[in-house]
């Protein structure tokens, strides 16, 4: 069986991480802070959309590739999908700016705890079907 979802997803979560990354890379220049955040609230609300991202978004593709592999239907795979995605836009967007409106970086991470709890879930369910 071949991975055709989760490829998808990677690929929009993987040009979500560059623009993360290159408004990092704006935000240092601007500051001329090379390592850090040398006090710069900005940056370092940027830092940690970006480090919180790449925490979370790997184990959570591949939980979905795994899922993939072992056989579950597309309609599930495209909801986990789009749950992390919307839930990484939304953190991303709640915690960027100052005042932070907290119910945006709550839903974000509620969407991506839920695509670890039904990714892990149905994958234990999957490899327990497979066993018996």
Do not use: K
């Amino acid at each position: 069986m071949s991975l055709t979802v989760t490829p998808f997803y990677a690929s929009l979560l993987g040009l979500q991480l560059i623009f993360l990354s290159l408004r990092v890379i704006r935000l240092r220049r601007r500051s001329r802070v090379p390592l850090g955040d040398g006090g710069d609230e900005t940056l370092l609300r940027c830092l940690r959309v970006q480090g919180n991202f790449a925490e979370y978004v790997p184990f959570c593709l591949l939980l979905i590739a795994l899922a993939e592999l072992q056989g579950l239907p597309v309609w599930p795979l495209h909801g986990l999908g789009l749950a992390l995605l919307a839930g990484r836009l939304i953190h991303a967007s709640g915690v960027s700016r100052d005042p932070e409106p907290y119910r945006l970086r709550v839903i974000g991470m509620f969407l991506t705890f839920a695509v670890l709890g039904f990714g892990a879930a149905l994958n234990l369910l999957l490899s327990v079907q497979a066993l018996l």
